[in-house]
Protein backbone atom coordinates (compact mmCIF):
# COMPACT_ATOMS: atom_id res chain seq x y z
CA UNK A 1 0.00 0.00 0.00
CA UNK A 2 1.35 3.43 -0.92
CA UNK A 3 1.03 6.63 1.06
CA UNK A 4 0.70 10.02 -0.30
CA UNK A 5 1.14 12.88 1.54
CA UNK A 6 -2.02 15.43 0.72
CA UNK A 7 0.16 19.04 1.40
CA UNK A 8 1.64 22.00 -0.65
CA UNK A 9 3.82 22.50 2.28
CA UNK A 10 7.66 21.82 1.40
CA UNK A 11 9.15 21.84 4.22
CA UNK A 12 6.46 19.41 5.47
CA UNK A 13 6.74 16.96 2.74
CA UNK A 14 10.79 17.34 2.67
CA UNK A 15 10.07 16.31 6.70
CA UNK A 16 8.02 13.50 6.10
CA UNK A 17 10.07 12.26 2.90
CA UNK A 18 12.59 11.36 5.49
CA UNK A 19 10.14 8.78 7.38
CA UNK A 20 10.60 6.72 3.97
CA UNK A 21 6.63 6.58 4.01
CA UNK A 22 5.90 8.99 1.38
CA UNK A 23 5.11 7.48 -1.98
CA UNK A 24 4.02 10.75 -3.45
CA UNK A 25 2.01 13.93 -2.80
CA UNK A 26 -1.53 15.07 -3.99
CA UNK A 27 -1.90 18.99 -3.87
CA UNK A 28 -5.33 20.99 -4.93
CA UNK A 29 -6.46 24.75 -5.62
CA UNK A 30 -6.79 25.25 -1.72
CA UNK A 31 -3.68 23.76 -0.12
CA UNK A 32 -1.44 25.60 -3.17
CA UNK A 33 -3.33 28.86 -2.01
CA UNK A 34 -2.78 28.22 1.71
CA UNK A 35 1.14 28.03 1.02
CA UNK A 36 0.94 31.65 -0.34
CA UNK A 37 3.55 30.29 -3.17
CA UNK A 38 3.46 30.31 -7.04
CA UNK A 39 2.01 27.52 -8.53
CA UNK A 40 4.27 26.36 -11.28
CA UNK A 41 7.45 26.67 -8.97
CA UNK A 42 6.17 25.59 -5.95
CA UNK A 43 5.47 22.38 -8.40
CA UNK A 44 8.43 22.03 -9.38
CA UNK A 45 10.23 22.40 -6.28
CA UNK A 46 7.85 19.58 -4.76
CA UNK A 47 8.76 17.23 -7.93
CA UNK A 48 12.32 18.03 -7.45
CA UNK A 49 11.58 16.59 -3.37
CA UNK A 50 10.02 13.27 -3.85
CA UNK A 51 10.17 10.45 -6.33
CA UNK A 52 6.67 9.50 -6.80
CA UNK A 53 3.80 11.58 -8.45
CA UNK A 54 3.02 14.48 -7.58
CA UNK A 55 -0.63 15.29 -8.07
CA UNK A 56 -1.30 19.21 -9.71
CA UNK A 57 -5.27 20.50 -10.40
CA UNK A 58 -5.75 22.28 -13.46
CA UNK A 59 -8.53 24.74 -12.84
CA UNK A 60 -10.10 25.18 -15.83
CA UNK A 61 -13.73 23.91 -16.15
CA UNK A 62 -13.63 22.86 -19.87
CA UNK A 63 -12.11 20.23 -21.81
CA UNK A 64 -9.86 22.42 -24.05
CA UNK A 65 -8.60 24.74 -21.62
CA UNK A 66 -8.22 21.74 -19.17
CA UNK A 67 -5.55 19.99 -22.05
CA UNK A 68 -3.88 22.94 -22.36
CA UNK A 69 -3.67 23.51 -18.50
CA UNK A 70 -2.40 19.80 -18.09
CA UNK A 71 0.01 19.85 -20.57
CA UNK A 72 1.61 23.04 -19.09
CA UNK A 73 1.64 20.90 -15.96
CA UNK A 74 2.75 17.77 -17.15
CA UNK A 75 5.96 19.55 -19.15
CA UNK A 76 7.49 20.33 -15.56
CA UNK A 77 8.36 17.23 -14.59
CA UNK A 78 8.35 13.77 -15.33
CA UNK A 79 6.32 12.83 -12.01
CA UNK A 80 3.44 15.49 -12.38
CA UNK A 81 0.05 13.60 -12.59
CA UNK A 82 -2.47 16.20 -13.86
CA UNK A 83 -5.28 16.52 -11.43
CA UNK A 84 -8.96 16.78 -12.78
CA UNK A 85 -12.19 17.46 -11.66
CA UNK A 86 -14.83 14.38 -12.35
CA UNK A 87 -16.41 16.09 -14.62
CA UNK A 88 -17.70 15.19 -17.98
CA UNK A 89 -15.00 18.01 -19.37
CA UNK A 90 -12.54 16.66 -16.93
CA UNK A 91 -13.04 12.45 -18.04
CA UNK A 92 -12.77 13.90 -22.08
CA UNK A 93 -9.17 15.46 -20.41
CA UNK A 94 -8.56 12.69 -18.80
CA UNK A 95 -8.61 10.79 -22.20
CA UNK A 96 -6.94 12.51 -23.94
CA UNK A 97 -4.17 13.61 -21.58
CA UNK A 98 -3.72 9.69 -20.56
CA UNK A 99 -3.56 8.80 -24.09
CA UNK A 100 -0.51 11.16 -25.12
CA UNK A 101 1.07 9.32 -21.90
CA UNK A 102 0.54 11.68 -18.83
CA UNK A 103 -0.74 10.44 -15.34
CA UNK A 104 -4.22 11.90 -14.49
CA UNK A 105 -5.38 12.09 -11.21
CA UNK A 106 -9.37 12.25 -11.85
CA UNK A 107 -10.53 14.05 -8.16
CA UNK A 108 -13.76 14.91 -6.43
CA UNK A 109 -15.27 11.15 -6.81
CA UNK A 110 -17.96 10.59 -4.42
CA UNK A 111 -19.77 7.88 -6.34
CA UNK A 112 -18.66 3.92 -7.47
CA UNK A 113 -20.30 4.99 -10.76
CA UNK A 114 -18.14 8.48 -11.29
CA UNK A 115 -15.40 5.88 -10.70
CA UNK A 116 -16.22 3.88 -13.22
CA UNK A 117 -16.12 6.72 -15.94
CA UNK A 118 -12.50 7.21 -14.32
CA UNK A 119 -11.74 3.49 -15.69
CA UNK A 120 -13.03 4.06 -19.04
CA UNK A 121 -11.05 7.24 -19.63
CA UNK A 122 -7.97 5.65 -18.63
CA UNK A 123 -7.04 7.49 -15.32
CA UNK A 124 -3.83 6.51 -13.76
CA UNK A 125 -5.71 7.38 -10.10
CA UNK A 126 -9.08 7.98 -9.00
CA UNK A 127 -9.41 9.95 -5.62
CA UNK A 128 -12.56 9.58 -3.68
CA UNK A 129 -12.93 11.71 -0.86
CA UNK A 130 -13.72 9.64 2.29
CA UNK A 131 -13.92 12.13 4.47
CA UNK A 132 -16.27 14.72 2.62
CA UNK A 133 -18.74 11.63 2.74
CA UNK A 134 -18.89 10.92 6.39
CA UNK A 135 -19.18 14.68 7.04
CA UNK A 136 -22.69 14.64 5.49
CA UNK A 137 -23.34 11.10 7.69
CA UNK A 138 -22.83 9.31 4.66
CA UNK A 139 -19.98 5.72 4.45
CA UNK A 140 -17.26 7.06 3.08
CA UNK A 141 -15.38 3.99 3.21
CA UNK A 142 -18.43 2.20 2.04
CA UNK A 143 -17.85 3.67 -1.05
CA UNK A 144 -13.62 2.49 -1.06
CA UNK A 145 -14.95 -0.85 -0.72
CA UNK A 146 -17.66 -1.21 -3.45
CA UNK A 147 -15.11 0.73 -5.89
CA UNK A 148 -12.36 -1.83 -4.96
CA UNK A 149 -15.06 -4.48 -5.80
CA UNK A 150 -16.17 -3.33 -8.95
CA UNK A 151 -12.41 -2.65 -10.01
CA UNK A 152 -11.62 -6.14 -9.32
CA UNK A 153 -13.93 -7.50 -11.71
CA UNK A 154 -12.64 -5.93 -14.64
CA UNK A 155 -9.08 -6.98 -14.79
CA UNK A 156 -8.64 -4.28 -17.78
CA UNK A 157 -9.16 -1.52 -15.57
CA UNK A 158 -5.28 -0.11 -14.32
CA UNK A 159 -6.62 2.86 -12.24
CA UNK A 160 -5.58 2.57 -8.83
CA UNK A 161 -8.13 4.08 -5.70
CA UNK A 162 -6.36 6.77 -4.11
CA UNK A 163 -8.40 7.04 -1.32
CA UNK A 164 -8.83 11.18 -0.20
CA UNK A 165 -10.07 13.52 2.64
CA UNK A 166 -8.44 11.25 4.92
CA UNK A 167 -9.02 12.21 8.44
CA UNK A 168 -6.75 10.14 10.64
CA UNK A 169 -5.90 6.52 11.26
CA UNK A 170 -9.08 4.29 10.71
CA UNK A 171 -9.21 5.87 7.58
CA UNK A 172 -6.12 4.58 6.83
CA UNK A 173 -6.69 0.78 8.03
CA UNK A 174 -10.00 0.56 6.52
CA UNK A 175 -8.89 1.39 3.50
CA UNK A 176 -6.01 -0.53 3.97
CA UNK A 177 -8.43 -3.85 4.60
CA UNK A 178 -10.27 -3.02 1.03
CA UNK A 179 -7.38 -3.42 -0.12
CA UNK A 180 -6.96 0.00 -1.69
CA UNK A 181 -4.13 1.02 -3.83
CA UNK A 182 -3.12 4.35 -2.51
CA UNK A 183 -3.89 6.63 0.73
CA UNK A 184 -3.32 10.40 0.55
CA UNK A 185 -3.46 12.44 3.91
CA UNK A 186 -2.68 15.53 5.57
CA UNK A 187 1.11 15.44 7.97
CA UNK A 188 -1.16 15.14 11.19
CA UNK A 189 -2.88 11.92 9.65
CA UNK A 190 0.28 10.70 8.52
CA UNK A 191 2.06 11.36 12.29
CA UNK A 192 -0.99 10.25 14.32
CA UNK A 193 -0.41 6.39 12.39
CA UNK A 194 2.97 6.35 14.75
CA UNK A 195 1.16 6.76 17.68
CA UNK A 196 -0.15 4.44 20.35
CA UNK A 197 -0.24 5.58 24.06
CA UNK A 198 1.08 1.94 25.29
CA UNK A 199 4.12 2.94 23.13
CA UNK A 200 4.56 5.58 24.79
CA UNK A 201 4.21 4.59 28.19
CA UNK A 202 5.96 1.18 27.87
CA UNK A 203 8.66 3.06 26.53
CA UNK A 204 8.86 5.30 30.01
CA UNK A 205 8.98 1.97 31.86
CA UNK A 206 12.15 0.80 29.57
CA UNK A 207 13.75 3.61 29.92
CA UNK A 208 13.57 3.89 33.72
CA UNK A 209 14.35 0.31 34.45
CA UNK A 210 17.62 0.55 32.02
CA UNK A 211 18.63 3.76 33.85
CA UNK A 212 18.61 2.00 36.96
CA UNK A 213 21.27 -0.65 35.77
CA UNK A 214 23.71 1.91 35.47
CA UNK A 215 24.45 0.55 32.03
CA UNK A 216 25.30 1.97 28.86
CA UNK A 217 25.09 0.06 25.30
CA UNK A 218 27.46 2.62 23.61
C1 LIG B 1 -7.09 14.91 -2.44
O1 LIG B 1 -6.37 14.85 -3.39
C2 LIG B 1 -7.56 16.17 -1.83
O2 LIG B 1 -6.54 17.13 -1.97
C3 LIG B 1 -7.82 16.04 -0.36
O3 LIG B 1 -7.67 14.72 0.11
C4 LIG B 1 -9.06 16.73 0.09
O4 LIG B 1 -9.19 16.53 1.47
P1 LIG B 1 -10.15 17.44 2.38
O5 LIG B 1 -11.53 16.91 2.28
O6 LIG B 1 -9.59 17.24 3.77
O7 LIG B 1 -10.00 18.85 1.90
Known amino acids: MKFFIDTADLDEITALTETGMINGVTTNPSLIAKSGRPFLELIADICQAVTGPVSAEVTAIDAPTMINEGRKLAAIAENVAVKVPLTEDGLIACKTLSDAGTMVNVTLCFSAAQAILAAKAGATF?????????????????????????????????????????????????????????????????????????????????????????????
Open 126 to 218: VSPFVGRLDDLGQDGIALIEDICDIYANFPNFTTEILVASVRGPQHVVDAAKMGADIVTMPPDALRQLFQHPLTDKGLQAFLSDWARTGQSIL
